[in-house]
């Protein structure tokens, strides 16, 4: 007699389902990983040289910032995907690009605190002004 339920196969396809819907996104989420990790290093490195103190706590909201941004680029996709489905709007595109922008902001913002190069300022400048003409966020008023 066979098995009336196999728990293997059931994980197997569910995992399969999940992976196929992840597979698009795997270079978004690269990209994600990648802008995090720069913005992650250069921030310990401006903070070693300013000799302000490290903590695990750092790395631990890293972590949790990628996590979170993760999940929001997987919910978009899935609203543009199963939601919107008259429309594609690639709006897991448009997140992850302006999530990738906001950390190119800060990844800069460290160049500028680790070399004190104008350039790096400059560039600063110019991406929060892109980033306000193009969504209206200005990501340095304060809360």
């Known amino acids: 007699m066979g098995k009336i ?3 293997d196969k059931i994980w197997a396809y569910c995992l ?3 992976l196929g819907f992840l597979e698009p996104l795997g270079v978004l989420i690269l990209w994600l990983l990648i802008f995090i990790v720069v913005d992650l290093i250069t921030g310990v490195h401006a903070s070693l040289l300013e000799g302000e103190r490290m903590s695990s706590h750092g790395l631990q909201k890293t ?3 990628f996590v979170m941004y993760s999940t929001a680029v997987f919910l978009l996709q899935g609203i543009d995907q199963y939601m919107i489905v008259f429309a594609n709007c ?3 595109n448009i997140g992850a690009t302006l999530i990738c922008g906001i ?3 800060s990844i800069l913002e460290n160049f500028y605190r680790i070399t004190g190069n104008k350039v790096f300022k400059i560039l600063t400048q110019f991406t929060l002004k892109k980033i306000k003409d193009e969504t209206g966020i ?3 008023e304060k809360k």
């Open 5 to 7: 339920l196999d728990i």
């Open 16 to 18: 399969t389902g999940i």
């Open 63 to 65: 972590v949790l910032k």
């Open 90 to 92: 690639g709006l897991a």
């Open 103 to 105: 950390e190119l902001y």
């Open 138 to 140: 200005d990501i340095e």
